[in-house]
């Protein structure tokens, strides 16, 4: 009987927690849960293992908890006063361009780009293999019997 009582925590927490989406709906975005809430989401999720048929994994279930606090840390460091300084707000897109690419690291370098661009183009050919995949299997399951299959 204890599992119906941790699938209901574990979905209102998933509810809670899930994405930004569900931030716009809370007033003043998504609720921060406290230590204890979120060992209980924790406990919750490794009780998961012991569900069958459960609505999600253990894996992902840990994943929404982890983006709650992600959210967190990104609301209290856009709110940091000493992370601002005098004239940021003026800064064109060049210049933050220009201020980031002095920082290192692959975000904004070529070889950053280049690998961007190479997920872009596998999931483009990914997205258009699959796109020809289903017409075909349309225009097969619409076909009369007997046609060429």
Known sequence: MRAPAVLVLVLVLARAVAGS?????????????????????????????GIPNAPMSVQACKAMLGMAGTAERQR??????????????????DAIF??????????LSDAGASQADAAVDEGTALGQRHAGETATMDRECKAPDGAAR
């Open 21 to 49: 989406d569900a931030a716009a709906q809370f007033p003043g975005g998504m609720p921060t849960l406290s230590p204890a809430e979120l060992a209980e989401a924790n406990d919750a999720c490794d009780a998961l293992a």
């Open 76 to 93: 209290s460091s856009a709110a940091d006063p000493s992370a601002r300084r005098p004239g940021d707000e003026q800064l064109s897109c």
């Open 98 to 107: 220009a201020e980031m690419s002095t920082l290192g690291g692959e975000v």
